[in-house]
């Protein structure tokens, strides 16, 4: 078996498409871990601790200029808080200009901050399927990424009008 993945992505309500800021949202459960796991299953004996894989990307896009790095730094710290007993790392930053069809041919950018993690499941919660502890540990990594949201959402930058006509 392959390692398994989610991905999904969020941004704020009423940006209209696509949105300004949306953070993207990595889970990968490596075939290293899997075989972690069901080896604890057929022993009881936790060898090696399964984990799962994280990345968060956290983007500013629509951008009118070319956005400078000091001003989307304070809004995104070094780590995240604690999910678990660790924390994601904040492993780069990466600017993109893009070039579409647009009038003068006006490019248009973005910025996206990239975290980076394991989250090992701890035996009790491999245990017991009613354990509570992910629904903690995650909890606070979408409390997190909600904050991050809003104030990446709240710098003063220049930004393009939404794609659709709507709002």
């Known amino acids: 078996m392959g390692d398994l993945s989610w991905e999904t992505s969020y941004g704020l ?3 209209g498409q696509p949105p300004r800021v949306v953070a993207h949202v990595n889970f990968d459960w490596p ?10 299953c057929v022993s009881e004996v936790l060898d090696q601790q399964p984990a799962i894989e994280m990345e968060i990307i956290f983007r500013v896009q ?3 200029a070319q956005p400078e790095p000091t001003v989307v730094e304070p809004a995104t ?3 995240s808080p604690l ?3 660790e ?3 904040r492993a780069g930053l990466t600017i993109e200009i893009g070039h579409f069809d647009r009038p003068a041919g006006e490019p248009e950018y973005a910025i996206e901050v990239t975290y980076e993690g394991l989250y090992e499941l701890a035996e009790e919660t491999l245990a017991d399927g009613a354990s509570t502890l992910l629904d903690e540990h995650f909890g606070a990594l979408g409390g997190w990424i909600s904050a991050t949201l ?5 710098l003063r930058l220049g930004f393009r ?4 006509a709507s709002l």
Not at 33 to 40: D, F, I, K
Request: glycine share 8%; no cysteine; proline share 9%.
């Open 13 to 15: 309500p009423g940006e």
């Open 31 to 40: 075939s290293w871990s899997q075989t972690a796991y069901r080896s604890w």
């Open 62 to 64: 629509r951008l009118i």
């Open 77 to 79: 710290p070094e780590t």
């Open 83 to 85: 999910i678990g007993n």
């Open 87 to 89: 924390r994601l790392e």
């Open 150 to 154: 809003v104030k990446l959402g709240d």
């Open 161 to 164: 009008p939404a794609d659709d």
